[in-house]
């Protein structure tokens, strides 16, 4: 199984980005995909998971309204639109399989993290 995160840069306070995570290996829209991230010094973190056909969404409260999970099963690809970004969203950003109840948590298969950057 192969999850590849992309999409990560360098952006100002109150920019933009879009990470992608293409998944290969396994059966695609049978799990759900989620971001988890994880900053210097500081616990990886759950983000944001959706299910498996697309239908619901989970986000914690640091990223609700202003990040927003997608999937193309067609694609075999996540997506996560990242806007209005913080300096406190700088961290490595990780793609996984997911799921949740009151948190979100991994189910067994992490990608390799994309760096983002959030710096005037």
């Known amino acids: 199984v192969q999850l590849q995160a992309s999409g990560g840069g360098l952006v100002q306070p109150g920019g933009s980005l879009r990470l992608s995570c293409a998944a290969s290996?396994?059966?695609?829209?049978?799990?759900?995909i989620g971001w988890f991230r994880q900053a210097p010094g500081k616990e990886r973190e759950g983000l944001t998971c959706?299910?498996?056909?697309?239908?619901?969404?989970y986000y914690t409260d640091s990223v609700k309204g202003r990040f927003t999970i997608s999937r193309d099963n067609g694609r075999n690809t996540v997506y996560l639109q990242m806007n209005n970004l913080k300096l406190e969203d700088t961290a490595v950003y990780y793609c996984?399989?997911?799921?949740?109840?009151?948190?979100?948590?991994?189910?067994?298969?992490w990608g390799r993290g994309t760096q983002v950057t959030v710096s005037s």
């Open positions: 996984a399989t997911c799921g949740w109840s009151d948190i979100l948590y991994n189910t067994g298969y």
């Open positions: 290996g396994l059966r695609f829209d049978d799990y759900a």
């Open positions: 959706i299910s498996s056909k697309g239908y619901s969404t």
